[in-house]
């Protein structure tokens, strides 16, 4: 549940979602810049950064590096909703700069859902990726 034998087709397949997501993102940014009469917002702009870095960043080096556990589908949900969350929030920052008002409420609470979630989840990831590999060196000898 936290934690499984690495599957290259589905690793591939994330990585290529949040390829998506970035494109998608980036392009949104875009396009709402363009609309937006002449007030630039940085968290709008650059929204895209981090599906970049946490998803497509994060899925390329659990392809193309040799590591056989990856993380299972409770810690990978999790993560995901907190990239998801970190995404939204820059977005949504971006929205009310753009519009000219202010939402303390909403900013701290996509800033407290990303926090609660994104390193936890990479935490317990490497945590039970260094456990395996202890518990693996330290496994009886045949006799």
Known sequence: MFISEK???QVLRTLIIYIGITLFTAL???????N???VFAFEMAFAWRYP????VGMYAALRFLPI???PGFLTAAAYHFGVGMITMRSI?????KIYGTTNALMTNMYTVLSWLFVPPMVGIYI????Y???????KPEEQ
Do not use: C
């Not at 949104?28 to 363009?34: A, N, S």
């Not at 945590?127 to 260094?130: L, Q, V």
């Not at 395996?132 to 330290?138: A, E, Q, T, V």
């Open 7 to 9: 599957n290259n087709k």
């Open 28 to 34: 949104f940014g875009f396009i709402y810049e363009l």
């Open 36 to 38: 937006s009469n002449n």
């Open 52 to 55: 970049l870095v946490l998803g």
């Open 68 to 70: 056989t556990k990856v």
């Open 92 to 96: 949504f920052i971006g929205v009310i």
């Open 127 to 130: 945590f039970i990726i260094i």
């Open 132 to 138: 395996w590999l202890i518990k693996r060196d330290k």
